[in-house]
């Protein structure tokens, strides 16, 4: 019988940024991590997964709410969860026997203890023979496996991941993948649970008994999902149709709502040539399409082709629901215009449905030369949001903006423009 292992309630997690206004990157969440059971977190960029796994663990502290461990309120650092990470995290000077023992260095155990139970992870994790073989000597996936070993070493209540397969190659990642739930079906893993935080959905289906699911700014549980497709083939009807509703969730109106509002106020950071040959493709499979179906032709994970729907969506060139996505009447006629109609029509709707253009242009009307430094603009930006996502929202601007023809920008000095023509309008 599963029982509670870590406890979230009422989560909210705010950055202080003074004197710029603190971002609040989670929102009330509330949720169970429970034994006998892989977790996986699932959402897009900027929705808070790893600040919430590190919550778990006790590396970050919430500004509000409150975290149960065993049943007992977390303060200070989670001792019952190991964690890996994204990068591997392995010292090059150690060898891979010692990098693993490594993870005992503070325990009670002698040290003939330590090397035994190191050679045992080594062994389990698929490492045995690498011993004596330091860092440079191993593949991604092997340095990788490193550090499962290392944090499986300790004997964890709850192993936590945050993307630990996003940097490695597709076929090692999916080997990795495959062992890892392998291990833990045949009850090998010495841990009660696993918590994985990721923003590839098959991955989410592949490896998980439930897949709880964020939206962004700031990140919210939407969706609370239990998942009985887990290590099955990727053709299976089950497992289709299990990818097929995590995309919905994903994208209906009501999950989006948020996401779509803050869109509509800060442009996603899809560039022009992209979001175009998504709206190309979907004419050429009848202006109506499967999300999954989508990612796979444009080669695309969904944390990436997530801003190419919102822009398309709010362009008015598409319409999403349930999974799929649709061109609208405007989104047919851009996908048919030439280049120079294509231009037109991106103008009309950009400076239709897209505020943040009439505010720049105001503020370069208001310029006796028609220019500002692209500097100005990010620091406004600064004040809602971190300044890398200013600069690349506000380079979104730009892009967009060139190409419609609406505004211009001097890469050697810095400065978005309007031209003279532009300035008579």
Known sequence: MSVS????????????????????????????????????IL??????????????AGLITPSSGEVLSAGRRLDGINNGV???????????????????????INSSLTAEERRKRALEMIDMI??????????KELSGGMRQRVGFARALAVHPEILLMDEPFSGLD???AENLRRDLLDLWREKRIPTKAIVVVTHNIEEAVYLSDRIVILQRNPGRVVADITNHAAGLDKRDPRFVSMVDSVYGVLTTREAKAESVASARRYVPMAPVGAMTGLVELLRDLGSRADLPNVAHELLLEYDDLLPLVEAAEILGFARVGRGDVELTRVGEEFADANVLERKEIFK?????NVPQFQAIIKVL?????????????????????????AEHRVDTLIDWGRYAEILYYDEDSGLIYLEDSEDRK
């Open 365 to 389: 009307k208001s310029k006796r030369d028609r220019r500002m430094p692209k500097e100005f603009f990010v620091e406004l930006m600064e004040q809602h949001v971190s300044p890398a996502e």
């Open 82 to 104: 190991a964690m890996v990470f994204q990068t591997f995290a392995i010292f090059p000077w150690l060898t891979v026997l010692e990098n693993v023992e490594l993870g005992l």
């Open 126 to 135: 698929g490492l045995d023979g690498f011993e004596g073989a330091y860092p």
């Open 5 to 40: 292992l870590i406890e979230l309630h009422k989560i909210t997690k705010r950055f202080e940024r003074p004197p710029l206004a603190p971002i609040e990157v989670l929102s009330d969440i509330s949720l169970t991590v429970r034994s006998e059971e892989i977790l996986a």
């Open 43 to 56: 959402g897009p960029s900027g929705s808070g997964k790893s600040t919430l796994l590190r919550i778990m």
């Open 170 to 172: 597709v076929l090692t």
């Open 348 to 352: 009309r709707q950009a400076l239709s």
